[in-house]
């Protein structure tokens, strides 16, 4: 008999529930039908002054807080960007779980430490990063790239904005008009201001124009700014919009501006040579960012952060007081290299998937997800009654229904994205192009199958004949 009994029994009932859960949650519904406050008025306002089983914390789970999920792992979840994760990776991060190891320092688990950098080296060569850049895990991308905002801060300053503030020196970071809000938040609390983010023109596919980034710098200089960190789209949120990073890193390394590239969702099909050989220009940065949790079957949260010169990030954050010195030298201690102090093992998950699956196994799932993108667009385009708003990039398809008669399309498109997500079959998400309301449809499962993209496209398209029919 263990010697824990109790622990023992919850955790095989766990296991058996996570088990059951991964073969049956296509069976809940994607969207919980509750109102707000429905789970909160359930529980109690105190906390329990007695001890309490297992057994009834995990009724009330089942009971009150499963009615109250969002089935991210729901083969018909399309919206946002998908955060999978995979069998691999919850084994893994229970073993986190239990060993609690916190990471901050070599010394704090040598182990922690040193498969990170092991993984990174692998993650590296599978996107087919150059030999000299070098792996850290963050949490998320958002994190992620204000590191690299304010690395790059430090490095355009001279390494003196950390100690003496910015004085009257004004810094101008570029990103196109489709970049991710977490830049303008970077830039907000490196403390160079939302002004002072210039968000540079778009051509018809979304994609920044290095002519107008280029003339913008050159403006900058004139006018006594510093132009300091570009940050480069390799999949926009929006539609999926790349950047030409070989033209924009050229412009960087002419005026010495650090070259950031945000890969948030799309960096994972960088592990496809035949996506790789299409994209330009990533030896030319300085860091670069993309989310193993999105789209490479890592649980959240798991944000993998490549630098090319990891002086810059030690540099920028390195700040040891007596009682954490510990003489092994700043680069071998990851909590110098960025914002926070302790870290997790997230390591453990990324060794445990990329075994599980090797890297042929990755590649034929994203491969396939690709391949549902396309099925997906084929069957909009099938359909006359809707039109695609961007060009397809990889698995994110952005589209609406269309009537030149109608005078207010974008609140049919959303009465149509409305009944679609009641349908608790599937959840879709919204984005806006030229003004347009677009239908985001996004497949990046881990259990995502053709069937499910069928059985999309069919209640998408008999929610909008319903809605027409009835006068929307
Ligand atoms: C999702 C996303 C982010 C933010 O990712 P977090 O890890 O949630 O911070 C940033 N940039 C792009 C392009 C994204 O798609």
């Not at 040579?273 to 959240?300: Q, Y």
């Amino acid at each position: 008999m263990p010697r824990n009994k109790n622990f023992n029994i919850a955790a095989h009932e766990i296991a058996n529930w996570l088990t059951d859960y991964f073969e049956h949650v296509e069976d809940y519904p994607v969207l919980p039908q509750v109102s707000p406050g429905d789970i909160e008025k359930q529980l109690p306002i105190v906390p329990p002054e007695k001890t309490e089983d297992y057994k009834q914390i995990l009724d009330d789970f089942n009971q009150i807080i499963m009615p109250g999920i969002t089935h991210w792992q729901h083969p018909g979840f399309h919206a946002y960007f998908p955060a999978n994760t995979s069998e691999p990776s919850v084994l893994a991060e229970m073993l986190m779980a239990g060993l609690g190891v916190q990471g901050m320092k070599w010394i704090t688990s040598p182990a922690a430490t040193e498969l990170e950098k092991v993984v990174m080296r692998w993650l590296q060569q599978m996107i087919g990063l150059p030999d000299s850049f070098k792996g850290v895990i963050m949490d998320t991308a958002s994190v992620s790239t204000l590191c690299a905002v304010l690395a790059a801060r430090e490095k355009a300053s001279s390494y003196t904005i950390n100690e003496d503030g910015f004085g009257d020196r004004v810094l101008r970071v570029y990103c196109s008009e489709q970049a991710h809000s977490s830049i303008e938040k970077a830039v907000r609390i490196s403390g160079i201001g939302s002004t002072n983010l210039v968000k540079v023109p778009v051509d018809n596919d979304f994609a920044l124009l290095p002519d107008k980034l280029e003339k913008a710098i050159i403006q900058d200089i004139k006018s006594g700014y510093i132009p300091t960190c570009v940050v480069g789209a390799l999949g926009t949120t929006g539609s999926g919009a790349i950047d030409p990073l070989k033209a924009v890193g050229k412009i960087c390394h002419k005026h010495n501006i650090w070259f950031h590239i945000d890969a948030a969702y799309s960096g994972s099909a960088l592990i496809l040579p035949e996506f790789r050989n299409t994209i330009e220009g990533l030896d030319l940065a300085d860091s670069f960012v993309f989310n193993p949790h999105k789209w490479l079957f890592t649980n959240f949260d798991n944000s993998a952060f490549f630098v090319r010169n990891s002086n810059a990030l030690t540099r920028t954050f390195s700040l040891v007081p007596e009682y954490l010195q510990t003489g092994h030298g700043e680069e071998l201690d990851f909590s110098n290299w960025g914002i926070q102090l302790g870290r997790r093992f997230r390591s453990l998950k990324l060794w445990f998937v990329i075994r599980h699956y090797g890297v042929e196994g990755l590649q034929a799932m994203i491969r396939e997800h690709i391949r549902l993108g396309e099925l997906f667009e084929q069957l909009v385009l099938d359909d006359r009654r809707f039109e695609l708003l961007a060009p397809r990039s990889l698995n994110i398809i952005c589209f609406r229904f269309k009537d030149d008669l109608d005078e207010k399309l974008n609140a049919t498109n959303k009465t149509i994205l409305d009944a679609c997500n009641a349908s608790e079959k599937i959840f879709l998400s919204h984005t806006e192009i030229d003004g347009k309301f677009a239908i985001r449809f996004v497949c990046g499962q881990t259990k995502v199958e053709e069937r499910h993209i069928h059985k999309a496209w069919e209640i998408i398209a008999s929610a909008t004949t319903e809605i027409i029919q009835n006068g929307h």
